[in-house]
């Protein structure tokens, strides 16, 4: 019988990263007594040759696995299926581009390039797009399992509005207008580098709430710049420095959400503000609201709205009856699956899922059909995602 494992190379695993996603989301999975039943890690590409030789001796790989530092010779290599893109953002196009012209799948992590033109223009005419991964992983989390389930269930009957707010507590210093240092502050001020408080975090926010009630029908953003000098400042709140920052840190957007969404009822309107920095003493970072005819939920998280990489017991959702004035807690932990709990991250656990999935369709005999173990996001949803922040930013753009 031919050998199903899917081999795959890791872009951007490295003992000295200054986000060390790959090695503390991406390698957990594919070590993993599951992910070594799907898997099988057949290359590193680094900066260098000799940067993948030092992460492959660091993470105690096989010296069988071999070491790029040219991203078209691991795009020529055929014993590759699956490239795993891992890295700052500007460098996504130019490590994923040579991959996906050699017809190669990819596994880029979100955002897939600084730009919507940049996008569109990496997936050119490839037909690999069409089964390649994105990595909007909140999708995944049992969090969205659990509040699609209670909106499908009809509990709070049909869905009229919805209330987001959302803060970046994690990235930013306690007072506002400053940011810690740590190798983070130039790429969340500086919108050339493409990852930043828009793009990254904003954007894992909406896209989370999309999938859950629909796209906008119509829509309308504001964003502001309110420091355009912002404080580096230490753990203690010392400032090191300042830098200059030309990327909104409010958002603000309101609309109509689009029909066909499961149980949303006709004109319903979905409302999100978004900001730098902490939220009003002792309130939380994340509060999400869906209101229905019958009740609404209320979804909560201390660690702000950043559910891919933090999905924690500290995550609530409640639900207030209407006809019983009872608020009543609702349990998601159950809907983790049982290797999950092996993995050491949460983050971890849903990279876990999206490769278990891919992995779930590349092994069975029908490949135009969806996994029994489900969809997972897809490089078209990218797109998609990139063509709302082109709005806003071309918004934010003009009000300037």
Avoid: C
Wanted: charged content about 25%.
């Amino acid at each position: 019988m031919a050998d199903k494992h899917i081999r795959v190379a890791l872009v951007g695993l490295s003992p000295n990263a200054t986000t060390s996603w790959a090695a503390v989301a991406h390698l957990p999975y594919l070590q993993s007594a599951r992910g070594k039943t799907q898997y099988k890690i057949v290359a590193l590409l680094n900066s260098s040759k000799e940067a993948a030789e030092k992460a492959r001796s660091h993470f105690n790989l096989s010296s069988a696995v071999k070491a790029y530092g040219d991203p078209a010779l691991l795009a020529a290599d055929d014993e590759v299926d699956l490239v795993s893109v891992v890295t700052r953002v500007d460098k996504h196009y130019s490590v994923a581009e040579p991959s996906i012209r050699a017809g190669k799948a990819v596994y880029v992590e979100w955002p897939l390039t600084g730009s919507l033109e940049r996008s569109i223009a990496l997936l050119g005419d490839s037909k690999e797009h069409e089964t390649s991964i994105i990595g909007l992983q909140a999708r995944l989390s049992p969090v969205t399992t659990k509040v699609k389930e209670i909106l499908a269930s009809d509990r709070i009957g049909k869905v009229l509005s919805s209330e987001v707010r959302g803060f970046s507590a994690t990235a930013w210093g306690k007072r506002p207008g400053t940011i810690l240092a740590g190798g983070m502050e130039d790429m969340f001020t500086q919108r050339a580098i493409g990852g930043n408080f828009v793009t990254i975090l904003y954007a894992h926010m909406i896209d989370l709430v999309h999938f859950v009630l629909g796209e906008f029908k119509d829509s309308h953003t504001a964003t502001q710049l309110r420091w355009p000098e912002v404080g580096v400042v230490d753990e203690a709140g010392a400032q090191l420095r300042t830098v200059r920052s030309d990327i909104p840190d409010l958002i603000t957007a309101h609309g109509e959400l689009a029909p066909g969404a499961a149980n949303i009822q006709h004109g319903a309107t979905l409302s999100v503000v978004f900001r730098s920095g902490n939220p009003f003493k002792g309130d939380l970072p994340f509060v999400w609201y869906i209101q229905g005819q019958n009740g609404e939920l209320k979804i909560t998280n201390p660690f702000g709205p950043v559910i891919q990489a933090a999905t924690i017991p500290g995550i609530k959702i409640e639900l207030h009856d209407y006809a019983t004035d009872e608020v009543t807690e609702i349990s998601w932990e159950t809907e983790w699956k049982e290797w999950q709990h092996e993995l050491p991250t949460p983050g971890g656990k849903l990279v876990g899922e999206m490769y278990n999935r891919y992995a779930q369709w590349f092994q069975q005999a029908d490949r135009t059909a969806i996994p029994e173990g489900g969809d997972w996001p897809r490089l078209k949803d990218a797109i998609r995602r990139h063509e709302e922040l082109d709005r806003l930013l071309k918004d934010f753009d003009e009000s300037t």
